[in-house]
């Protein structure tokens, strides 16, 4: 039964996992306009499976990072209560967020759910562990994305104005309807209007209107070059999401006795993805139109940005936030070029300010009444 409860517990972390971080891959995408909300969920959906397959191969050190090893003593993670009280804490804490269309880091609820649990469990906690192994990177890595966000942008601007390519203003045309003519019939007194649909043209900035780069490399368009790197960066974002999430979310499973590691971070993989698939519309939003207004390049340069970080994490078992390197990232691009929508960046810290504290009641609550009853 106790198992039974723990397999729920971690499928539904997963699933509200992929519902708030699937899309974050490729908010740029469908914020700068180059995808559509459906190829960039299936684009992300895809490349994240993939990610989370290889994990077993690539991110090992992080099955181990977060059964809780360190934080919490050897003889309370191979309690199943336990690690049942951190899924449902950190799920509840994420799908909340999701619903309320933060973008918050499932890495720092379940930090937060261990450390509810262990405190009710036995009453302390390794706060040098817990500092060190965890708090450290979380914190570290979204001032990291902002500011190698900020100079990558510069570097490819200075690269993009040494070579004389510039992104230009682009004509709108769009049918417009107008007033033709209007007259008033004598027996009834009735107002008759006429009107008629023109092409409307019309000039604007990239504000309103998607902004395209002029100029050719090699033969080929430049700004096909960039649409086609910044579709490849997105993927690359995914990918190193689903690399980083997955052993952290297994490895919650995998302490209890009968489960194989490959099929449980194919498990994880598949319910992160339908997570993704059917709960990702509010975050969506969020992430691509209401913190910044962002280019075709600038969305190429968060990605950039964000994979590099991400992978570099992984490789070397260091629990980053994709959430915190992602927004990130996207906080630099609205800081350098002034579009940042700070009311609304005020409040997603505000949420991930939040998320510790929420996920840990939430697994002690859930901790207290397993030990009750």
């Given amino acids: 039964m106790l198992i039974t409860l723990l397999f729920i517990a971690v499928c539904f972390l997963a699933y509200s996992n992929g519902a708030n971080d699937n899309f974050k891959g490729v908010a740029s995408l469908y914020g700068s306009g180059s995808a559509s909300y459906r190829l960039a969920l299936s684009w992300a959906t895809i490349t994240t499976l993939a990610g989370s397959c290889c994990a077993f191969w690539l991110a090992q050190s992080l099955l181990i990072k977060f059964s809780g090893k360190g934080l919490a003593p050897d003889a309370l993670i191979q309690s199943i209560p336990f690690m049942t009280a951190i899924a449902s804490g950190a799920g509840l804490t994420v799908i909340l967020a999701t619903r309320l269309g933060f973008p918050i880091s499932t890495t720092h609820a379940l930090l937060g759910a261990m450390a509810g649990s262990t405190l009710v469990a036995t009453g302390t906690l390794n706060f040098t562990a817990l500092q060190s192994n965890f708090m450290l990177p979380l914190l570290l890595s979204p001032m990291l994305a902002v500011l190698l966000a900020m100079l990558v942008y510069v570097l490819f601007r200075q690269a993009r104005q040494r070579t004389g390519e510039s992104a230009f203003f682009c004509l709108c045309v769009e049918n417009q309807p107008s007033l033709t003519s209007a007259t008033i019939k004598a027996e009834s007194g009735a107002m008759v209007l006429r009107q008629s649909e023109g092409l409307q043209l019309s000039v604007d900035t990239q504000a309103a209107c998607n902004s395209r780069y002029a100029g050719t490399i090699l033969g080929i368009d430049v700004h096909r070059i960039v649409d086609s790197l910044h579709f490849i960066s997105a993927g690359a974002v995914c990918f190193a999401r689903g690399l980083n999430d997955t052993p952290k979310i297994a490895a919650l499973l995998l302490l209890a006795p009968g489960f194989d590691p490959q099929p449980i971070m194919l498990l994880v993989a598949l319910a992160?993805?339908?997570?993704?698939?059917?709960?990702?519309?509010?975050?969506?939003?969020?992430?691509?139109?209401?913190?910044?207004?962002?280019?075709?390049?600038?969305?190429?340069?968060?990605?950039?940005t964000t994979a590099l970080l991400v992978i570099f994490a992984s490789k070397w078992g260091l629990p980053v936030s994709t959430t915190h390197v992602s927004v990130g990232a996207l906080f630099g691009m609205g800081l350098i070029t002034r579009q940042a929508q700070v009311r609304?960046?005020?409040?997603?810290?505000?949420?991930?300010?939040?998320?510790?504290?929420?996920?840990?009641?939430?697994?002690?609550?859930?901790?207290a009444l397993y030990s009750e009853y």
């Fill in 344 to 367: 609304m960046i005020t409040s997603i810290l505000l949420s991930w300010v939040l998320t510790l504290p929420c996920a840990g009641l939430c697994a002690a609550g859930i901790y």
């Fill in 272 to 304: 992160m993805a339908v997570g993704g698939l059917l709960n990702a519309r509010r975050v969506a939003e969020t992430m691509s139109h209401k913190i910044t207004a962002i280019s075709h390049g600038q969305g190429l340069t968060a990605n950039l």
